[in-house]
């Protein structure tokens, strides 16, 4: 009997969506377990919405941000139609009713479907037919970054509704570009999702530097082309086009109307099975407890592990969530923030907790650090590079906190007491044991006792002790001490014997 | 006093040796009892070496005359003579073949043989015991290298440049490269640049590039591969590429985008550990230099990604335009002595000299011709090393073993299993000079020259061919290889007994032949050139004229009319494949094959230290060397130790799922706390492979040395009996 492979249907081919179909493929190179038909709504090939932040700010171009070539569906024998979108679920029959017309019959059913961009009730935003009004752009997908770039040319004004992630990378990246940008922020302090009120002020210190425009605790009441954007604080911005970035919601509908569980959300357990054992959910779309969406690493995550369990590659894999690390990808500014970020007020109080902190706004450095039992439970790094990197890895491993908690909070270790400055060691100060040509491991030991010995000058140390005959690099050094023992006084201590002989 | 090079690793430094009159008195090390001179070393002025040698050359000479030295075959343990230990072996493997097939018999050879050997190797083992099993510890050095180089250029020679050429660099990029430690004169090349290290520790090397104004980058080991592609990817969005080289001189950008278009920098740093600063600041600082260089060494290879890993960083070097570009390049620093020419001339499983495949019809026909036998009679592609060492004493494997120049009981990864394995043999011969590891384990013992006394040609790390010079006569009961591999072949009369001539420069003359149209081309290059002290890289084809006649007569470097003068640089033309174009290969991260977990929270390394080569068999038994590093140690971070309650100067226990290895606590601030380093030259209870891991590179068969999960713990050595 010859086996039938199962049919795998998959709504959506963004980022998540695409890794899902890759992951399968992975697992199952040839197609003898699963077929695999994918459709997206989109009319592209799939593209790294990561990256439009980047094309925003000129370092990519729209086509080097596709995840795919042409050729890749057939290569891979996956059933690709694009411009196509799942538009109803028949859970009873296994099928899904496309926008083509057509219908298409699934053993599982993948939902990728993303989110979308929320738009603000803001008078204004929206056109008569709903559609986004006359100088106004959402960020979120490839059309969107297009959209941006007409409105918004060098020397133009744009205000950024919204000051999170999303809207102050666009913010960079436009004033990279030469545009005026204003941002404007409903809430007291920037990114308040991840960080703390003294971090946010450092990083609007730093935006306002860069020439951001930064208006927090302001909400945006109106917009046209002919006036601009009035503010609830009474101002007006004469701004050219308005660019909202004011947060996503899940694209759930469908899995809704279909009565699948969803809360802000499709519902999934750790299988990343929704509440119908045959359809499952990826993603932005998915509501997984414990996990923050929004950001692609968890649904590469997700993706793999479902591809795990729909191949029976690994039928025990499970998604426990993940560590959320934000970063923001802006250039001039270097921003990581992970896990809790405790209030100003509360911290240390609390048992088993410690909370570090350096405040240094007039140097847009900033950098908070929790522990709890010596494990690190959030951390915010802003002007910190280094530490950012460290604290992530140590974030991410979960491993004890290093002793040196300074060192962690600063990304280096603070030099020595009365600490030498590196390198230019007067020769006395050596111990007989400090190793001065590690090419043939001759200590200053060593050269002293051959130049009590006769070698008093370098030319003859070298030939006693092969010292500077490696790389060379020692040879200012071991004359350095050849000079200091010729200058030495009778009696002085460099002419003493040494200590536990020429080590 | 005789010109040569020193014995140990691919730098080849220039020495000369001279022999001194003895004084009177007993003489312990001589093996006949009788007064013998005393043979001393100095370093010589060679464009690698400048006139410096590190404490491993200086000492070399102690060797000659050690106490220690196996100047008689041992059979079983007992000395013998040579017809007996001879004729054992040959009865034996006649035996084997009769009852088992010639793929009963497998050889081992070794990255420290000369060109001469590896040649009389390969085929000793093609056309004497018509098998498929041969391989050799190059596996364990530079197959990931040679895979990418290969894939990449269309031809893999370590350097494509001579090393002066780093002279005038302005920045020189070392990835997983350590030369403080392995090839220390090395460095006296690097002064003028600005130096990146790429390392998980503060080696050496980290130290005295940040001392002099250079930068350190510090990935968690197995994780090079995401490194080099959130650089590949910062090349492009900073606007680095080169897009005129791109178009004129490469093909595959767009597929090796792809990938790395995934790699933003954020999602790389995450991975290895490096700040997207310093990526940034390192890509800026490659994309402004006038002369730049990225080399690569065993730190970034030897792992199960190793190929693919390599690829990452060519793939950067091209997107820079560096690669054939008078003034900039990448490289791979090779390890061993003869590392390179170990690697072309048949002595690995799929290979025929001059660096040919042995499954391509036309390099049989061609090998198959010059040794006058019939090319449906050589063998195909054998096992790799790790394979071949696993298949041992397996039903299907090898029933014997001959082993020249490697000591892999201490070498190959995972040792308890291939000591082992090396047991369950019904044959194993082991040709060394000192009773190794390996050879206490074999049931013949074959005493072999070493460096000083012996002539044949070496290839450094840059192609080019160097004379080694005998200077003084072996020990009694000491014959060389070549001479072993000829009186082996006689004996198991398979072939014609010429066809395995004992004289270096006649087994070198018929491998120029076997190697010429091959990319790695040795025709036109002789002993009477390369005395008359011509710098000859390959490929050197013979031409119209005479390449013999090239020598005495003419000054030093003048090959004269009509004569090839080698190639000291490759690719400033064009690149090796077919199209002239260098070629970008689509690599994706995937982290080592054992990740850390709770029972097995640390990622050891190994890795090389000064005072010491390969595993030790050697140095170990040099005075000087072993008071330096008298034993082993492990790196770990004062918090790691103390976490595991252990001290620095304890004797610990490092453990992972295959064995423990013993070794001193050396507590060092600057390792990761997530990482402990182990040196892998010492045996015995100490053997930093019982820890590592034998998962291979798919396509180079690299086992995975450089990161496996391993745990850390007191050991309490039990009392002295």
């Given amino acids: 009997m010859t086996q039938v492979s199962r049919r795998i249907v998959v709504a959506g081919y963004g980022m998540v969506g695409a890794r899902f179909v890759e992951e399968l493929r992975r697992r199952d190179p040839d197609g003898r377990r699963v077929r695999v038909s994918v459709f997206g709504a989109e009319p592209h090939l799939a593209y790294n919405r990561v990256l439009l932040s980047t094309v925003l700010a000129g370092g990519l171009s729209q086509d080097a941000v596709r995840l795919h070539d042409r050729g890749w569906a057939a290569k891979h024998r996956v059933d690709l139609r694009t411009g196509v979108s799942v538009t109803s679920i028949d859970r009873a029959a296994r099928r899904v009713a496309l926008s083509d017309g057509t219908d298409e019959p699934f053993d599982e059913l993948v939902l990728a479907t993303g989110s979308c961009a929320w738009i603000p009730p803001t008078d204004g935003l929206l056109g008569e037919d709903g559609t986004l009004a006359e100088g106004v752009a959402a960020f979120r997908d490839i059309d969107d970054c297009a959209?941006?770039?007409?409105?918004?040319?060098?020397?133009?004004?744009?205000?950024?509704?919204?000051?999170?992630?999303?809207?102050?990378?666009?913010?960079?990246?436009?004033?990279?570009?030469?545009?005026r940008v204003s941002v404007l922020h409903p809430v007291g302090h920037l990114m308040e999702r991840q960080l703390d009120a003294g971090a946010g002020a450092v990083l609007a210190g730093t935006l306002t530097r860069l020439g951001v425009d930064v208006r927090l605790g302001v909400l945006a009441k109106r917009w046209s082309m002919a006036t601009g954007l009035e503010c609830d604080d009474g101002t007006t911005l004469a701004v050219d086009a308005v660019v909202v970035a004011a947060g996503v919601r899940p694209e759930d509908g469908l899995a809704a109307e279909?009565?699948?569980?969803?809360?802000?959300?499709?519902?999934?357990?750790?299988?990343?099975?929704?509440?119908?054992?045959?359809?499952?959910?990826?993603?932005?779309?998915?509501?997984?407890?414990?996990?923050?969406?929004?950001?692609?690493?968890?649904?590469?995550?997700?993706?793999?592990?479902?591809?795990?369990?729909?191949?029976?590659?690994?039928?025990?894999?499970?998604?426990?969530?993940?560590?959320?690390?934000?970063?923001?990808?802006?250039?001039?500014?270097?921003?990581?923030?992970?896990?809790?970020?405790?209030?100003?007020?509360?911290?240390?109080?609390?048992?088993?907790?410690?909370?570090?902190?350096?405040?240094?706004?007039?140097?847009?450095?900033?950098?908070?650090?929790?522990?709890?039992?010596?494990?690190?439970?959030?951390?915010?790094?802003?002007?910190?590079?280094?530490?950012?990197?460290?604290?992530?890895?140590?974030?991410?491993?979960?491993?004890?906190?290093?002793?040196?908690?300074?060192?962690?909070?600063?990304?280096?270790?603070?030099?020595?007491?009365?600490?030498?400055?590196?390198?230019?060691?007067s020769p006395a100060q050596l111990p007989a044991t400090a190793v001065i040509c590690r090419c043939n491991t001759v200590s200053k030991g060593k050269l002293v006792a051959a130049w009590r010995s006769g070698a008093t000058s370098p030319a003859a140390l070298a030939r006693a002790t092969r010292a500077g005959t490696g790389c060379g690099s020692c040879q200012q050094a071991v004359a350095g001490i050849c000079e200091w023992l010729n200058s030495a006084e009778p009696g002085s201590p460099a002419l003493r014997p040494i200590e536990g002989g020429a080590a | 006093m005789t010109a040569t090079h020193c014995p140990y690793c691919a730098l080849q430094c220039g020495m000369t040796v001279t022999e001194i009159r003895p004084s009177a008195g007993p003489h312990p090390g001589s093996a006949d009892g009788r007064p013998r001179e005393v043979a001393t070393v100095e370093p010589r002025d060679f464009p690698t070496n400048a006139g410096g040698l590190c404490q491993k050359g200086w000492t070399a000479a102690e060797l000659l005359d050690h106490p220690e030295r196996l100047t008689s075959p041992l059979l079983h343990g007992e000395p013998v003579g040579w017809p007996e230990a001879l004729g054992h072996i040959a009865r034996r493997l006649t035996a084997l073949r009769a009852a088992h097939g010639p793929d009963s018999v497998a050889v081992f050879g070794g990255g420290g043989l000369t060109n001469e050997k590896a040649y009389l190797l390969g085929k000793f083992a093609r056309v004497a015991l018509g098998t498929s099993q041969i391989d050799y510890n190059g596996r364990f050095c530079m197959s990931s290298a040679a895979a990418a180089g290969n894939r990449a250029f269309g031809v893999d020679r370590g350097l494509p440049f001579p090393v002066t050429d780093l002279d005038d660099a302005d920045v020189v990029v070392l990835a997983g490269a350590n030369v403080a430690e392995t090839m220390p004169p090395l460095l006296s090349h690097l002064r003028g640049a600005r130096q990146v290290v790429i390392d998980p520790r503060y080696s050496a090397t980290a130290r005295q590039a940040v001392e002099g104004g250079g930068l350190h980058l510090r990935p968690a080991p197995g994780t090079d591969l995401a490194l080099a592609l959130g650089m590949l990817h910062l090349a492009v969005v900073d606007g680095h590429l080169d897009a005129d080289y791109l178009a004129d001189r490469t093909t595959g950008f767009d597929a090796a985008w792809r990938v790395a278009a995934r790699w933003w920098p954020e999602r790389a740093e995450r991975v290895c550990g490096v700040s997207v600063a310093e990526m940034r600041e390192v890509v800026r600082l490659l994309a402004d230099a006038r002369s730049r260089y990225l080399l690569t060494a065993?730190?970034?290879?030897?792992?199960?990604?190793?190929?693919?890993?390599?690829?990452?960083?060519?793939?950067?070097?091209?997107?820079?335009?560096?690669?054939?570009?008078?003034?900039?390049?990448?490289?791979?620093?090779?390890?061993?002595?003869?590392?390179?020419?170990?690697?072309?001339?048949?002595?690995?499983?799929?290979?025929?000299?001059?660096?040919?495949?042995?499954?391509?019809?036309?390099?049989?026909?061609?090998?198959?011709?010059?040794?006058?036998?019939?090319?449906?009679?050589?063998?195909?592609?054998?096992?790799?090393?790790?394979?071949?060492?696993?298949?041992?004493?397996?039903?299907?494997?090898?029933?014997?073993?001959?082993?020249?120049?490697?000591?892999?009981?201490?070498?190959?990864?995972?040792?308890?299993?291939?000591?082992?394995?090396?047991?369950?043999?019904?044959?194993?011969?082991?040709?060394?000079?000192?009773?190794?590891?390996?050879?206490?384990?074999?049931?013949v013992v074959l005493p072999v020259t070493q460096w000083a006394e012996e002539e044949g040609t070496m290839t450094n790390l840059e192609g080019r061919v160097l004379r080694r010079r005998r200077a003084r006569r072996p020990p009694p009961g000491v014959r060389t290889d070549l001479q072993v591999i000829s009186e082996l072949a006689g004996l198991l009369d398979t072939a014609p007994a010429a066809a395995f001539p004992s004289d270096p420069e006649a087994v070198f003359t018929e491998l120029r032949a076997a190697s010429a149209g091959g990319p790695a081309d040795y025709s036109g290059i002789s002993y009477p050139r390369l005395d008359a002290g011509e710098a000859l890289h390959w490929p050197c084809p013979a031409t119209g004229g005479d390449p013999d006649a090239g020598g005495n007569s003419r000054p030093c470097g003048d090959p004269g009319p009509g004569v090839h003068p080698g190639t000291p640089r490759l690719f400033l033309d064009a690149f090796a494949h077919p199209d002239g174009r260098a070629r970008f290969f689509p690599v994706d991260h995937v982290g080592p094959a054992e990740p850390p977990d709770g029972e097995y929270p640390l990622r050891a390394t190994t890795g090389r230290v000064l005072a010491h080569y390969q595993s030790g068999a050697q140095t170990r038994r040099v005075a000087e060397l072993a008071e330096t590093v008298p034993e082993s140690y492990v790196e770990v971070h004062p918090d790691t130790a103390r976490r595991a309650g252990l001290v620095d100067g304890a004797p610990a226990r490092v453990?992972?799922?295959?064995?423990?290895?013993?070794?001193?606590?050396?507590?060092?601030?600057?390792?990761?706390?997530?990482?402990?380093?182990?040196?892998?030259?010492?045996?015995?209870?100490?053997?930093?492979?019982?820890?590592?891991?034998?998962?291979?590179?798919?396509?180079?068969?690299?086992?995975?040395?450089?990161?496996?999960?391993?745990?850390?713990?007191?050991?309490a050595a039990p009392p002295h009996t």
């Avoid at chain 2, 091209?318 to 072309?344: C, D, H, K, S, V």
Wanted: glycine content about 12%.
């Fill in chain 2, 298 to 443: 065993r730190g970034v290879e030897q792992h199960a990604q190793g190929v693919d890993t390599v690829s990452a960083w060519i793939n950067l070097t091209l997107a820079l335009g560096m690669p054939g570009r008078p003034g900039n390049g990448f490289g791979t620093i090779t390890g061993q002595g003869n590392g390179q020419g170990g690697r072309e001339h048949g002595q690995k499983a799929d290979q025929l000299p001059g660096y040919r495949r042995i499954d391509d019809p036309a390099a049989r026909e061609h090998v198959a011709a010059v040794w006058g036998v019939d090319p449906a009679s050589l063998p195909g592609v054998g096992r790799s090393a790790v394979e071949l060492l696993g298949a041992l004493g397996m039903p299907g494997g090898p029933k014997a073993l001959l082993v020249f120049g490697s000591n892999p009981v201490v070498s190959a990864p995972d040792a308890h299993r291939v000591r082992e394995r090396l047991e369950s043999l019904e044959l194993l011969v082991v040709a060394d000079f000192f009773r190794s590891e390996t050879a206490a384990l074999a049931d």
């Fill in chain 1, 147 to 179: 959209r941006i770039l007409r409105l918004a040319r060098p020397g133009s004004r744009v205000a950024v509704l919204g000051g999170g992630l999303l809207g102050l990378e666009a913010a960079r990246g436009l004033t990279g570009r030469g545009v």
């Fill in chain 1, 258 to 425: 279909a009565g699948i569980a969803c809360d802000r959300g499709v519902l999934v357990d750790d299988t990343l099975t929704t509440s119908d054992d045959r359809v499952h959910a990826v993603g932005d779309c998915a509501r997984h407890p414990g996990t923050v969406s929004g950001l692609v690493q968890p649904g590469w995550e997700q993706a793999a592990v479902l591809a795990d369990l729909l191949t029976g590659s690994d039928p025990a894999a499970r998604y426990r969530g993940t560590p959320v690390v934000t970063r923001l990808k802006a250039r001039d500014i270097d921003l990581a923030a992970v896990g809790e970020v405790l209030d100003h007020e509360c911290g240390s109080g609390i048992d088993g907790v410690e909370v570090l902190r350096l405040d240094d706004p007039s140097r847009g450095r900033y950098a908070k650090l929790v522990l709890r039992d010596d494990r690190l439970t959030g951390a915010i790094m802003i002007g910190s590079p280094d530490a950012a990197a460290n604290v992530i890895q140590l974030y991410d491993s979960g491993a004890p906190a290093p002793e040196d908690r300074l060192a962690l909070l600063l990304g280096r270790a603070l030099p020595p007491e009365s600490g030498v400055v590196g390198g230019s060691v």
């Fill in chain 2, 655 to 715: 453990v992972s799922r295959r064995g423990a290895a013993h070794a001193v606590v050396r507590c060092v601030p600057t390792m990761r706390t997530d990482t402990v380093f182990l040196p892998f030259h010492f045996g015995g209870e100490q053997t930093a492979n019982f820890v590592t891991n034998d998962a291979l590179d798919p396509i180079s068969r690299m086992p995975e040395f450089k990161a496996c999960a391993v745990r850390i713990e007191p050991f």
